[in-house]
């Protein structure tokens, strides 16, 4: 092949074993707003049956005292993540697909809530991951045919979630973070590459569906890929990619009921409105004479906003306004030790 040309494809021996570290760090601010009207009320007695009254309407009591508690305030969630990625090769067919175990040993763990260490005593990635193999189906070219055990293991995310000891908003939050997490680190554990040769500064595109935490809304990730040329790292001769990360929301709308309780049902749902936006980076050293992956590091940040009217009886009382904001670092490497 020409001097600047490459093939990039996986070169595993059946019986191989292969060990990356991951590091994953993910921050999330999520804040909750009230209209003023309601944000301001004073609690009343949930026994109460009178009406109160002003200038934009009618509210029962009863719906003021609903209201769920931690509004108007913000949740900032912090996580890092270190673990040895451990594959397997287990079969490699004559038409090249491959059969890979994949198990994980968590190395250190920490998650803040506000700024505060939170013990997650059976519910933590650590504990979610320990024993759980995964088995993946790829082609040379990093392409996932199918993956046995992930829709179990996100399933367990739920379920050990719903036994913490914490009310349901913070059960909610916790679970839909650990998914995500688990997502990442599954979908970013196999890189993609084209089928075709590449040569220095030919670009290629892939997608991934993912659905963002918390405010739980679908979004289809562009990657767009450059391959840069070779570089030596770590005595390896490596092809050195970077790419760009761009994502686009789906139309649906969220499921508010987690994040503002009843008052979910009083939103105009044809009134509400989502924005939001993801970026990010992407640089990945690949061995292309051994077909490993030396590292591969994701950067990204994005924010979502959900903006609604709310209504008390047929008047409008002020909107709701939710705004989530991401920033993730993955960094993945071979581990030598």
């Known amino acids: 092949m020409p001097?600047?040309?490459?093939?990039?494809?996986?070169?595993?021996?059946q019986g191989e074993v292969l060990k990356h570290k991951l590091t994953l760090i993910n921050d999330f601010i999520l804040d909750v707003n009230l209209p003023a009207t309601l944000s301001n009320t004073p609690p009343i007695?949930?026994?109460?049956?009178?009406?109160?009254?002003?200038?934009?309407?009618?509210?029962?009591?009863?719906?003021?005292?609903?209201?769920?508690?931690?509004?108007?305030?913000k949740y900032e969630i912090n996580t890092r993540l270190?673990?040895?990625?451990?594959?397997?090769i287990k079969n490699i067919t004559p038409d090249g697909l491959i059969t890979i175990e994949e198990r994980f040993e968590?190395?250190?763990?920490?998650?803040?809530?506000?700024?505060?260490?939170?013990?997650?005593?059976?519910?933590?990635i650590s504990d979610i991951?320990?024993?759980?193999?995964?088995t993946l189906r790829i082609t040379t070219s990093g392409s996932v045919l199918n993956t046995d055990g992930l829709d179990e293991l996100l399933k367990d995310v739920y379920k050990?979630?719903?036994?913490?000891?914490?009310?349901?908003?913070?059960?909610?939050?916790?679970?839909?973070?650990?998914?995500?997490?688990?997502?990442q680190i599954i979908q970013q554990s196999i890189s993609m590459f084209p089928e075709e040769k590449l040569t220095k500064g030919d670009t290629w595109k892939r997608e991934?569906?993912?659905?963002?935490?918390?405010?739980?809304?679908?979004?289809?990730v562009t990657h767009t890929d450059m391959f840069n040329g070779f570089?030596?790292?770590?005595?390896?001769?490596?092809?050195?990619?970077?790419?760009?990360?761009?994502s686009t929301l789906s139309n649906e709308k969220p499921e508010l009921s987690a994040l503002i309780g009843g008052l979910a049902n009083k939103v105009k749902q044809d009134e509400l409105s989502v924005n939001g936006a993801e970026r990010g980076t992407t640089l990945i050293y690949f061995a292309h004479k051994k077909g490993q992956l030396i590292k591969n590091q994701i950067l990204k940040e994005g924010f979502v906003n959900v903006t609604a009217p709310l209504m008390m009886g047929t008047v409008t009382s002020g909107t709701i306004g939710i705004k989530m904001t991401t920033n993730t670092k993955y960094i993945m490497e071979r581990y030598t030790q």
Do not use: F, H
């Not at 908003?169 to 995500?180: K, M, N, W």
């Not at 991934?208 to 289809?220: E, R, V, Y």
């Open 160 to 183: 050990r979630a719903d036994l913490l000891g914490m009310e349901a908003v913070s059960r909610s939050r916790i679970g839909d973070v650990l998914r995500y997490e688990i997502e």
């Open 3 to 13: 001097k600047n040309t490459v093939k990039l494809e996986y070169k595993y021996n």
């Open 208 to 220: 991934a569906i993912g659905s963002l935490p918390i405010i739980s809304i679908k979004s289809t």
């Open 129 to 134: 991951l320990r024993n759980k193999i995964l």
């Open 106 to 124: 968590p190395l250190s763990e920490e998650i803040l809530i506000n700024k505060e260490s939170t013990l997650l005593e059976g519910c933590s």
């Open 45 to 73: 007695p949930s026994t109460e049956t009178t009406a109160i009254s002003s200038s934009e309407g009618t509210a029962s009591t009863q719906e003021a005292a609903s209201l769920p508690a931690g509004l108007n305030k």
């Open 82 to 88: 270190e673990l040895l990625c451990i594959k397997s």
């Open 231 to 246: 570089e030596s790292i770590n005595e390896s001769d490596c092809a050195k990619i970077t790419g760009s990360i761009t």
